[in-house]
């Protein structure tokens, strides 16, 4: 059984940056497809980037295109999201999600791809 556990939320400046880290554990996700996704308050879950672990390729969602990298740290056995330029908009419950396999069953940013979820780390952005 996979569990995903997510660190890194907190409180910061706008204009600032956060690094949030997703560790993997219980199962081997060396095929899975590894994403983020966050939802604000009172709003629907919304993806946010998720990258192939076997190839390495990478999506990102069109409202945080150019302000998050995705990545991995293999040593770690995490899947990292480095926030820059954060705006209050930004605040959200962060997600780290995963595949069973190689293979997004309904597309990259459906929450239905995804078969493991972790439980969420907070991220305000407010001055």
């Known amino acids: 059984q996979g569990q995903l556990v997510e660190s890194g939320g907190g409180l910061v400046q706008p204009g600032g940056s956060l690094r949030l880290s997703c560790a993997a554990s219980?199962?081997?996700?060396?095929?899975?497809?590894m994403g983020w996704f966050r939802q604000p308050p009172g709003k629907e879950r919304e993806f946010v980037a998720a990258?192939?672990?076997?190839?390495?390729?990478?999506y990102y969602g069109d409202s945080v295109k150019g302000r998050v990298i995705i990545s991995e740290d293999n040593a770690e056995n995490t899947v990292d999201l480095q926030m820059n330029s954060l705006k209050p908009e930004d605040t959200a419950v962060y997600y780290c999600?995963?595949?069973?396999?190689?293979?997004?069953?309904?597309?990259?940013?459906?929450?239905?791809?995804?078969?493991?979820w972790g439980q969420g780390t907070q991220v305000t952005v407010s001055s």
């Open positions: 999600a995963a595949t069973r396999d190689n293979f997004l069953r309904a597309g990259w940013i459906s929450a239905r791809s995804y078969d493991y």
């Open positions: 219980g199962r081997t996700f060396s095929r899975s497809i």
């Open positions: 990258k192939t672990r076997s190839s390495s390729v990478t």
